[in-house]
């Protein structure tokens, strides 16, 4: 096996990117991240790029010939993925498998979602029913807006099996949006909720699906955005001219799929999430008790509580109580709910702020001290498909 590093990284500010096409948004992450150690893009031997709602809210496929309209790019083995919103951590698997094959030294993964149109806006119920398309059939009917209901469903599934309250998993939301205060990167940079108010049902705060208790700050945000990584070998790193000490290794990483249709498994233990982290820890021979920092997967509040235990910052059922004590080291970007949700970069994005975080590189507000280890955890549909990766120094 060859060690892995992550040789650069590079994202938009999450939130609109306007006018911008998607030729441009992709051409910006390679030129992004390729100026980051001044390297031409002829110098990746790869790529990979992840998207889930390109062909329906864009109306733009191929995506990796746009990949490939970067000068220097053209000829070389590039390919889009789709893993719902595990499309960007499957993009960097797929330059990490290239790498580990001996077609590549290095490559690029990146990834992006486009949502709004030139003027930010955006149209709730086409993205609804967008999204709804990562859902099993059987599973949209009666539903306006899917996600949100089925992970409304998981809400008070896992309210009820652990004694958890509305306000423990409202605290996940309002820890976020204070971390996200100080990313320069994050969507709701600029706005601030107290607990009382992640509760009180007013304004845009109103519960998502009739009588179940997900509320609008427990969810997510629709997202503009892109983020780009090359990965290189320790080959690789050579040829880039970066040195190693100045990287952040991908030491461990797995993927596993659970059936797509919720009904009927263990949602509030997701078989293939606890799978994957078990493997890419053992990979990294690393443990949950050595990490720092960890970036979890939440669309929902409820998974920012079922992601800390899957990565182990807490026990099964303890996830909520780890947030409501302060939920130390997790998620310090802001999540999902305020860094915000480009799906296809956001797997990126995860696997990105916890290199910076291990390198020193986050705002002082958020940095967490001597760092060496951190773990991401992104999930694709209804806790269907996992992304794990183990970071080390």
């Known amino acids: 096996m060859k060690r892995i590093y992550i040789a650069a990284y590079h994202q938009s500010k999450f939130g609109k990117l306007l006018g911008m096409t998607v030729p441009e ?43 490939a309209s970067t000068p220097g790019l053209e000829g070389k083995p590039i390919e889009a993925v789709e893993n719902a919103c595990a499309s960007g951590g499957q993009a960097i698997l797929s330059v990490i498998g290239k790498i580990q094959q001996g077609i590549a030294e290095t490559g690029i993964a990146a990834g992006y979602e486009k949502m709004r149109d030139a003027e930010g806006k955006m149209d709730g119920k086409l993205i609804g029913k967008a999204l709804g398309y990562f859902s099993h059939p059987d599973e949209r009917e009666g539903k306006v807006f899917v996600f949100p209901h089925l992970f409304a469903e998981v809400m008070r599934d896992y309210m009820a099996e652990h004694g958890v309250t509305e306000e423990d998993l409202a605290a996940v939301a309002v820890q976020e949006y204070a971390n996200a205060k100080y990313n320069p990167y994050a969507q709701m940079n600029k706005v601030q ?5 992640a509760m009180k ?14 509320k609008t700050y427990d969810c997510s945000q629709i997202t503009d955005g892109y983020a780009a990584m090359i990965l290189a ?32 498994r263990d949602v509030l233990r997701p078989k293939g999430a606890y799978c994957a982290m078990s493997k890419a820890y053992t990979m990294a021979g690393l443990s949950p008790a050595d990490i720092a920092v960890a970036e979890v997967h939440d669309c929902f509040s409820v998974m920012g509580a079922i992601g800390a235990e899957v990565v182990g910052k807490a026990g ?29 970069a ?48």
């Not at 001044?38 to 864009?58: Q, R």
């Not at 049902?201 to 997900?214: D, T």
């Not at 001290?369 to 549909?381: D, E, L, Y």
């Open 25 to 67: 948004i992709i051409g910006a992450a390679v030129d992004g991240v390729c100026g980051e150690i001044k390297v031409p893009a002829a110098a990746l031997d790869c790529g990979s790029i992840g998207a889930a709602c390109n062909m329906t809210l864009n109306e733009q496929g191929l995506l990796s010939g746009l990949m």
């Open 193 to 197: 909720i107290t607990l009382d108010q």
């Open 201 to 214: 049902i007013e304004g845009i705060n109103r519960y998502v699906a009739e009588g179940l208790p997900l």
């Open 233 to 264: 070998s320790e080959e690789g790193l050579r040829k880039l001219g970066v040195d190693k000490r100045d990287c952040v290794e991908i030491a461990g990483w797995a993927q596993a799929t659970d059936p797509l249709r919720k009904e009927g």
């Open 316 to 344: 099964y059922g303890e996830g909520a109580r780890y947030w409501r004590e302060g939920g130390t080291g997790i998620n310090t970007s802001g999540g999902l709910i305020a860094k915000g949700h480009p799906i296809g």
């Open 346 to 393: 956001t797997g990126i994005s995860m696997v990105g702020w916890s290199a910076w975080q291990l390198l020193g590189k986050a705002p002082k507000e958020l940095q967490v001290p001597n760092a060496r280890a951190a773990a991401t955890f992104n999930i694709g549909g209804p806790i269907c498909a996992s992304v794990c990766t183990v970071l080390r120094t």
